[in-house]
């Protein structure tokens, strides 16, 4: 199913190393966000947009860095300054609005591995 | 500050049987909460809302801001209802549109034997 895609499906990675993870979508929405889910503590979010060119961080952005140049795409970059990268990342996306329409709508995932 | 609380990581029960998948949350100002699902080799989705006050394959949520809960119940579970369930709450602004971004419980595995 498209709407909202995300590459890699894994990710290796080497100590030290940058790495970006891509998130598309499809579906028009105004906002994009990306969430780390790690056993045991649910999803925690990273980063958000609402809004091309705009974005907040969320309550684990250490580490990494975002950006919202088009309304298609937040790729999400894992720097070396992350402590404890390996995760399932989660990338998702809604319209702005009425809180009647507040749902996301999240990407299959890509799982980084450190080595 | 937001928070959810999901007090089960693991929840077992047979087929038919009654089901509630526990939430607590805090949060200063008007919620929003909901209910998503992932099931097995698939995507994260959602469930149910509030707001909505809707069923959804026999589940109901109901919202108690006395108790600060919202607890997600279905009186006879099936097998297909096994999955990872988690509660998420998001907050709602005076003129009703939603502030987008949703802080997670820690989630519940919920397995329906046979």
């Known amino acids: 199913d498209g709407g909202i895609t995300q590459s890699p499906k894994y990710l290796f990675r080497k100590e030290g190393q940058n790495v970006t993870l891509s998130c598309e979508q499809n579906l028009n929405h105004d906002a994009m966000y990306w969430y780390r889910q790690d056993p045991g503590q649910g999803l925690r979010l990273i980063y958000y947009s609402q809004i091309v060119n705009d974005f907040q961080k969320g309550d684990i952005a250490e580490g990494y860095s975002v950006s919202r140049e088009k309304k298609e795409s937040f790729p999400l970059t894992v720097t070396s300054a992350q402590k404890n990268p390996t995760a399932f990342y989660l990338c998702?996306?809604?319209?702005?609005?009425?809180?009647?329409?507040?749902?996301?709508?999240f990407g299959p995932g890509t799982r980084l591995t450190v080595l | 500050a937001q928070r959810v609380t999901q007090p089960e990581k693991l929840l077992s029960v047979f087929k038919g049987a009654p089901v509630e998948l526990k939430c607590n949350y805090s949060?200063?100002?008007?919620?929003?909460l909901f209910w998503y699902v992932q099931y097995s080799r698939q995507r994260l989705q959602l469930l149910l809302r509030h707001i909505s006050r809707e069923s959804i394959k026999g589940f109901t949520a109901d919202l108690n801001k006395g108790e600060t809960s919202f607890h997600l119940k279905k009186p006879f579970a099936q097998e297909e209802d096994s999955a990872m369930y988690y509660c998420?709450?998001?907050?709602?602004?005076?003129?009703?549109?939603?502030?987008?971004?949703?802080?997670f419980g820690q989630g519940t595995i919920l397995t329906v034997h046979p």
């Open positions: 949060y200063s100002g008007s919620p929003e």
């Open positions: 998420a709450l998001s907050g709602r602004r005076a003129g009703g549109t939603s502030y987008g971004k949703l802080t």
């Open positions: 998702a996306s809604s319209i702005t609005g009425l809180a009647e329409y507040n749902e996301q709508f």
